[in-house]
């Protein structure tokens, strides 16, 4: 199942809102339909947004090129804006975009057929290289687990939040490829429960063995004894190895530790924000309250409670036991290790 489809400069992006009970797609015609669809969550997860905002960046272009050379520079400059603003912790968000603008930039001496053609070359690039990068990461981290291995996940790091394959989930479907006797403990995922609509929706549709668990489960399946590694994705990693990712990963990382159970991130390059120096840089997105106060439109709390609803949180190295990357997986100490992704 393809979270995002570009074909004859049409993007359409898989409504993960509606899943699983639905599936339905979404068709972007213009730039602001993809800036409200990654606000929105119609697409989430870091890769993903990333490859939606690339191909956004395409349909800007194709809009605004017959505009005269500073006019279309200027409409392109907007373009870039309003989709950096769309969500503010995944950096590859602001990868993704950084990439198209260079080569907006390298091609503006073009003719317009070759500038629309080199911008969707870059934005399938980057499609391309993220399943391309999944599975090395899939690689690198099968070979760190066991024969036989219970693994608990937290949101949805899968195909749902790249171009395909996934990173925490590319990890279980490698070892599975591998020949190894892989289960998955799915958290839910408050609130918006991409683990329990997303993650186990994949894994069932893989034929992987997985078993869903509420939130406040996970420390109890680890006193059990059931978990024998921990995996996650990430949405930004600063250059001491702080990772932000959905909220709930911090707290299952302290629990790991308590736990003596391996916490494994698993991330492609474009996820490491080298600029900043650790996680309390990461800017951490606050999203809607009703999100907390109603389930699929349910009240579940009063309408007028008030709420906090961080997106993210941040897991200080030292609760790491290792970043599996395309390039390898990095160990501890991060500071010095972490070079490898430069
Ligand atoms: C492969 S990284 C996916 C990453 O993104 C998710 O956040 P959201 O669903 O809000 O986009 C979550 O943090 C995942 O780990």
Redo the contacts with the bound molecule.
Sequence with gaps: MKPIIWSKYKLELLDQRLLPVTIEYVKCSNYKDVADAIKS?VV????A?GIAAAFGVVLGALEFIDEDKIEFEKKMQSVFESLASTRPT?VNLFWAISKMKDTLFDCLNLNKDEIIASLEKKAIEILDEDLMLNKKIGEFGASLLPEKCSVLTH???GAL??AGW??ALGVIRSAKEMGKDIKVFADETRPLL?GARLTAFELMQDGIDVTLISDNMAGYVMKLGLIDAVI????RIAANGDTA??IGTYSLSVLAKEHKVPFYIAAPYSTFDLQIKSGDEIPIEERNHDEVRKLFNIEIAPKDVKVFNP??DVTPNENITAIITDKGVIKPPFIENIKIMR
């Design positions: 969550m989430r997860g870091a890769p947004i995944a949101c949805n790091a939040a790249t996934g990173t991409q996650v994705g990430a949405d990712n959905k997106s993210f």
